[in-house]
């Protein structure tokens, strides 16, 4: 069922992470149903990553096309690498380095992992998140829980409880609620299964990170339409309102109906509303609040055209500025 824009969300199904909503979750799980779950990068819409019928609703509720493939989240290395039918050392340094994280490696599938999971490619996108209530969720369903981010397609991403029930509504029985997301950008997506590592996504690992660790990754370029890498869709993460991408604030016109993501800069004179995701200008702040802020400026009926400051093209920066550049797109 899609979210009524004219009744107030009523967030009977938000729930605390107690044990007992715990147990509820898996319950539901096993059973085939799709739930809200948090981790530390954004809140996920998870389901038995190994039951045809659990992925294909999740596919139903994220009205998402079938040829986007999925990550498998596990709770640990041992558990993820089980799936794949091959695992270079690369993929064993970074797991050791980054896991439990915002990390995702793509590595060649086994048998075992159903079509939906990957739509039909011969690699799966495994995961190990570190928030406490994915790992307790994990640890008690005991299996791979499939778990796109929990918004509709193309939609921001959402970073707390009441943004995936603002986008999901009633379409899911339970979202645990496990707070703000502490990273606040999708995992960082890594193909690993030819011998040159490709970037597909950035996200919360910075790419010099991961280079450190492994040495030259080669960053792929966003395409169009059907992607031979799904992650690499241009227009998503995208806002309501015209978003606009701006270098100062002397690029903005100066109306009170006006929303400005601003990073790191002076702000006080501005006339419209104002979302500082890192007033000093740190990453890792900036990522926290991103989408957010982003979020706050779109559903602010006083606001009608927003714009957006690039960040510096380094660490985070890069993975912000990709998602802006897609949600302006
Ligand atoms: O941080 C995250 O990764 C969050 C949380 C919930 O874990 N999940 C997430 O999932 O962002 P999703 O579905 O919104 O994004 C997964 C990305 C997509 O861009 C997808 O195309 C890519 O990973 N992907 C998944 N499986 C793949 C595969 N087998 N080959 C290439 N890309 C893949
Ligand atoms: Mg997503």
Redesign the pocket.
Known sequence: MKPDPTRPAQANNVAEPSPEAISRAVELLRQGHVIG?P?E????LAGDGLNPAALGRIFEVKQRPLF????L?FADAAAAFDVAEQIPTSARELAQRFWPG?L?L?LPKKEMVPHLA??G?P???V?V?AHPVAQALLRAFKGPLA????NRFGRI?PTDAQAVRTELGDGVPLILDGGACAVGL??T?L?LADPEPVL??A??ISLEEIEAVIGPVRHAAPVEDRPQ???QLRHHYAPRKPLRLVRSMGEIPSRTDVGWLAFGTQTDSFLGRVENISPTGDFREAAANFFRALRSLDDDPRVTELYATVLPAQGLGLAINERLERAAS
Not at 41 to 44: E, I, L, M, N, P
Not at 68 to 71: A, E, N, T
């Open positions: 779950m981790t990068t954004v809140y996920g986007d493939p999925l990550i989240h915002p995702t793509v990957t739509s490619l690699n799966v996108a995961r998140p778990a796109p981010s929990a991403s999708e995992s997506v193909f597909l996504r996200g919360g890498s799904p992650g």
